[in-house]
């Protein structure tokens, strides 16, 4: 979903390509709110009937001039929802983006709509990636989270079809208590589909997904070592709302003492990967990295009706599209270059891997209603308040 994918979820180092003080490199646009699934976490919780205000045509294209306005290389804009394939205009705007030479990628429902036809228009259209999104390794966990009987099968499907008409696809995986212990399955599949990229959302409680059971902060630490042992897998690994994995990484490549002290819920799930796919080939590195984004450095969201917020699950009303300019709301933003500056509250503000991390400014916000609180899903964070 970018010029180069491996930005996706934040883990493009922060000198890579771009000041992230000066533009993003994603430009997340929710195209609608409309959605025929019913996920319990959905952010949006999307309904089946597009809301009143959308953002028209004309003002998607003019949306795509000012992303342009940036500067070379252009942020990638992330069509999401909702599902974009509920907008009748979606491939109008593909097309003007396609023209206007910004890189873009789209992540839709799995749904009825995502037809053959319509993946092959997709790839016809020139999307760098298509995201879709698996959170159970079997219908039973899979289709409860997302609300639709027959989701997984159809899944499974859309993956097998994109994959063979040449498309890149992103395998996403939303993290909760439900289904976490089945990661290592999860793995498995994707990789038996042939899926190189694997992008996990540790659960932030706001729409939907405030009834659900998120992680502990323990459980948390078990899951990111984890996935630091599953990113040796030639899998290309990211994390959302997670990044505290960067300081998880660093640990595990700078202390043996660490990997010695791991949690015995790291060991189930290392256990149940070795089991599934043995140890991974010699030499090979972690596809992790151990800086990155944050929702407001490197990322910007613009919401169905032309809101543009820090990220998708923090609703902080910056300005709007409709009037504002978001190169200057993204560059002069006081909420923002806090974040990027990382005037921090509490035991982010004070931690020693608060450059390459920063805590999730999404969870602090939902629990705080301050987007600088530290990020009580860090198992620091925990340490230091007992």
Not at 82 to 94: H, S
Not at 218 to 227: K, Q
């Amino acid at each position: 979903m970018a010029t180069h994918f491996d930005v996706l979820g934040g883990f493009l180092p922060r000198d890579l390509f771009m000041n992230f003080s000066n533009k993003p490199v994603l430009v997340f646009w929710e195209t609608t709110r409309a959605c025929r699934l019913s996920c319990l976490h959905c952010r949006a919780s999307a309904i089946t009937e597009s809301l009143p205000g959308e953002l028209s045509t004309e003002e998607g294209y003019k949306l795509i001039n000012a992303v342009r306005l940036f500067g070379k290389p252009y942020p990638t804009i992330i069509f999401t929802g909702g599902d974009p394939l509920m907008r009748k205009d979606l491939f109008e705007l593909l097309r003007y983006a396609s023209k206007s030479g910004v890189s873009f990628a789209i992540s839709p429902a799995v749904t009825a709509l995502l037809t053959k036809d319509a993946l092959a228009r997709l790839r016809e259209a020139r999307i760098a990636s298509l995201s879709v999104s698996l959170d159970g390794s079997s219908p039973e966990v899979h289709d409860a989270i997302r609300g639709q009987p027959g989701t997984f099968e159809r899944t499974i499907e859309t993956i097998s079809n994109a994959l063979r008409i040449g498309t890149k696809v992103q395998v996403n995986t939303a993290i909760m208590k439900r289904n976490f212990r089945d990661l290592p399955d999860i793995l498995h599949l994707i990789r038996g589909l042939g899926v190189d990229t694997w992008e996990l959302f540790f659960l932030v409680k706001v729409g939907r997904g405030k009834c659900l059971e998120d992680l502990s902060p323990e459980e948390n630490e078990s899951v990111c070592n984890f996935l630091y042992e599953a990113s040796h897998y030639d899998l290309t690994v990211r994390c959302v709302e997670a990044p505290f994995i960067r300081r998880v990484v660093k640990q595990r490549k700078e202390s043996e003492r660490y990997w010695n002290n791991l949690a015995a819920g790291y060991q189930t799930l290392h256990s149940r990967l070795v089991e599934l796919e043995g140890y991974p080939r010699p030499g090979s590195v972690s596809t992790l990295a151990t800086t990155g984004t944050l929702d407001g450095d490197g990322i910007i969201f613009v919401g169905y009706d032309g809101t543009i917020s820090p990220g998708g699950l923090i609703p902080i009303n910056l300005g709007n599209v409709r009037k504002d300019d978001i190169v200057d709301l993204y560059q002069n933003s006081k909420t923002l270059k806090d974040i990027r500056e990382r005037k921090f509250n509490g035991r982010c503000g004070i931690c020693e891997f608060k450059e390459i991390c920063g805590g999730s400014r999404a969870r602090a916000f939902s629990l705080s209603g301050d987007p600088l609180s530290s990020d009580p899903a860090c198992i620091l964070t925990e340490t230091a308040a007992s």
